[in-house]
């Protein structure tokens, strides 16, 4: 049955890795503070009485031996989950990520598998700054042998972790620390999504817009914005950087001629140079303007709410950068920014938007 | 200490016929590689054949090694099909992993010979894991993760050692100390300490013994594995050895300057295999004739192993994309 309720994207991947975790006893949990008071913002609170304590493997701040042993128990026979509270830690475990987890599959000649998923936290605000509010999923995505998403909705979110712990191959499953409080409608019962690629969240003709993550709700709210003064876009959110499917891309494309990614990690070296020079090459003949990547900056985040003023990318700052390819009359353009003003208001920037709450 | 044991005959033979046997391959492959039909790096494994066989030959088929870039003698020990080892050496597709990974990834799950990495220190958290998910299920297997020296001047041993003991998990590390990480002696790493003080440090029991004596090797490591079995926890095995050839490559190179002729003879003076075959002839238990046998036996296995190997097809080049993803 399904379940006719609203709940947070943070709140559907508990329930998700809960229900997951219910079905099989293979499955194993470590984190740094597993089953502390917090247990990784909530997303495994409980877990410890529900499928019970020996399964919670609290993590010793050792990320790179940990995570080999989460793959060495991947080749025993156990489906383990990390959960890094920031993405930065995965760093120091990225020899064993890149050397064991992508290759094992394909160096034993398909003997070994490795059913990991490495839950990698990204996030922003309240002066985080230079080492805690990276988006570094660009990396991990160079490497054949991973898998990695990066769900925005809530609903996407459960059957996207379920169908990542489920999978027989490593998953990094990146989650936006301020998608955690996006709400939508979630089904209650247990369900998988494939991680097969790209969801058309708007339909449209005026132009293809691609983004990732937390910049989806950014992009949804600048989609809607212009429906209501008539102009309709394709909007995706990517969800699976690895495998990249960009043939709903490529067909919108085909229909739009027009082109923007918003992604956010740097622009570059980014997720955006990686669907634009695709798509070029795919479809040059289809674009009728030269496609625009919107990504952070090219230097490291500061901490001072001041430094950051012009750093991140918001609903007007993609708005303009879509006016060049759309082309609105000057009052329409006036009207739809105002629109989006209202809606944020005057909230800090380090903060999350209530807005993006949804639902969605 | 290790109990005091009287090796039984067949596994005295056992010891003696694996080390042979490592070092003729090994000799082989050395003498065969000048033909470059052998086109990936080979650590070879010479003159450290006891702390293979030693501890391998004190393990059960059910039993996993995580091994090095020096891995043959390791999957020789553990029962490993000599076939399937040169193939994968000559990249052939009848190679255990289809010529995918080479001489650094033998891997061979019918003899739980699970992995074999040849990034220092990669393979140790991956022994641990494997001893989680047994100790996690109630088996009683041990999982063994082979290091070398420069080992525990990586990061993630001393990761591995802490988490390993903290659960009291069923692995043993074993290190072979052989002095030197490619050309750089171990007295330009580390600081003069014994390197057992490093695991001690953990809290994890410590066992140290001439590498090069198979027996000494055999004896302390049935008593760690016994430790290990019986959900006593993590040991860790120091065993004192020598490499004789080059770091990566078929040659002698005692000429280019890193090392001494005279500290290669006083190891060669211990040769692990000729010790122990002289130990057994002046013992009784083999004969000058057992000798000759044994050797012609694994000489023809040797050749049979060649031509399987050379005559083997290669992979074929469109299934190189095959097995990304399970």
């Not at chain 1, 503070?33 to 917090?38: E, M, N, R, T």
């Not at chain 1, 034993?108 to 990698?120: A, E, F, I, Y």
């Not at chain 1, 920014?337 to 005057?346: C, G, L, S, T, V």
């Not at chain 2, 393990?59 to 091994?67: G, H, I, P, T, W």
Request: net charge neutral; hydrophobic share 40%; charged share 25%.
């Amino acid at each position: 049955m399904t379940g006719d309720r609203s709940i947070n994207l943070g709140e559907a991947i508990r329930e998700g890795l809960l229900q997951v975790s219910q079905k099989d006893n293979s499955i194993i949990h470590f984190a740094e503070g597993v089953d502390d008071p917090l247990s990784v913002f909530g997303t495994l609170k409980g877990f410890g009485e529900k499928i019970g304590h020996q399964r919670m493997i609290e993590m010793p701040v050792a990320e790179n031996a940990l995570t080999g042993v989460a793959i060495g128990a991947a080749l025993s026979g156990k489906r383990p989950i990390i959960s890094f509270q920031r993405v930065e830690f995965a760093m120091l475990a990225l020899e064993q990520i890149a050397n064991n987890a992508a290759k094992f599959s394909y160096v034993s000649n398909g003997q070994h598998n490795v059913p990991l998923v490495m839950r990698l936290i990204i996030g922003r605000g309240w002066g985080q700054g230079p080492e805690h509010s990276q988006s570094l999923e660009c990396m991990f995505a160079q490497f054949p042998g991973l898998k990695v998403v990066m769900p925005s909705l809530p609903e996407d979110a459960k059957g996207m972790i379920i169908a990542a712990v489920t999978d027989n191959n490593p998953v990094l499953f990146i989650e936006h620390r301020w998608n955690h409080y996006a709400v939508g409608n979630v089904p209650k019962e247990y369900y998988s999504k494939d991680i097969a690629g790209p969801k058309k969240i708007r339909t449209g003709d005026a132009v293809t817009l691609v983004a990732t993550s937390y910049m989806t709700l950014e992009c949804l709210r600048v989609a809607d914005a212009l429906s209501s003064v008539g102009v309709s876009i394709d909007l995706f959110d990517l969800r699976v950087l690895r495998p990249l499917n960009l043939k709903p891309i490529v067909q919108s494309v085909k229909k739009t001629g027009k082109l923007l990614t918003v992604d956010t990690g740097y622009k570059k070296y980014g997720i955006g140079s990686e669907i634009v020079s695709s798509i070029v090459e795919i479809g040059f003949n289809f674009l009728k303007l030269a496609p625009i990547r919107m990504g952070l900056p090219d230097h490291p985040t500061p901490s001072s709410s001041s430094l950051i003023k012009n750093y991140y990318i918001d609903s007007i700052k993609i708005l303009e950068r879509l006016n060049t390819l759309v082309d609105l009359d000057r009052s329409v353009l006036e009207k739809v920014k105002i629109r989006i003003a209202n809606e944020r208001k005057d909230i800090p920037i380090d903060v999350p938007d209530p807005f993006f709450k949804g639902p969605f | 200490m290790a109990t005091i044991m009287k090796l039984e005959y067949e596994k005295s033979i056992e010891l003696y016929a694996c080390m042979q046997r490592i070092r003729l391959v090994e000799e082989e492959i050395s003498k065969r590689y000048v033909e470059q039909e052998m086109r990936c790096p080979v650590h070879l494994s010479i003159g450290q054949e006891a702390a293979a066989a030693g501890v391998c030959l004190a393990l059960e088929n059910r039993d996993k090694v995580f091994s090095t870039h020096r891995s043959h003698a390791h999957y020789l020990s553990k029962g490993g099909n000599l076939k399937k080892m040169l193939a994968e050496i000559y990249g052939k597709v009848t190679g255990c992993i289809g010529g995918r990974g080479g001489s650094m990834h033998i891997m061979d799950l019918d003899v739980n010979m699970v992995a074999s990495i040849p990034i220092v220190g990669s393979c140790i958290p991956l022994a641990v894991g494997s001893a989680l998910a047994d100790s996690l299920d109630g088996q009683d297997n041990v999982s063994i993760a082979y290091l070398g020296d420069a080992s525990v001047e990586e990061g993630v041993f001393y990761e591995s050692a802490n988490f390993a003991k903290l659960r009291d998990l069923p692995v043993l590390f074993v290190c072979e100390n052989n002095l030197y990480s490619v050309y750089t002696h171990l007295h330009e790493r580390q600081p003069d300490r014994p390197i057992t003080s490093v695991a001690e440090a953990h809290g994890i029991p410590t066992f140290h013994c001439d590498g090069n004596n198979v027996e000494e090797v055999y004896r302390l490591a049935v008593n760690a594995i016994e430790n290990a079995r019986l959900k006593r926890g993590p040991s860790f095995l120091l065993l004192d050895t020598y490499r004789w050839l080059e770091h990566c490559g078929p040659n002698f190179d005692n000429h280019i300057g890193y090392r001494t002729e005279a500290e290669f003879r006083i190891w060669k003076n211990r040769d692990p295999v000729l010790l122990y075959q002289n130990n057994l002839l002046k013992r009784g238990i083999i004969t000058e004739e057992d000798k000759v046998e044994l050797k012609n036996k694994i000489q023809k296995e040797i050749t049979v192993a060649f031509e399987f190997a050379k005559s083997s097809p290669y992979p074929e080049h469109s299934t190189a994309r095959n097995h990304v993803y399970a």
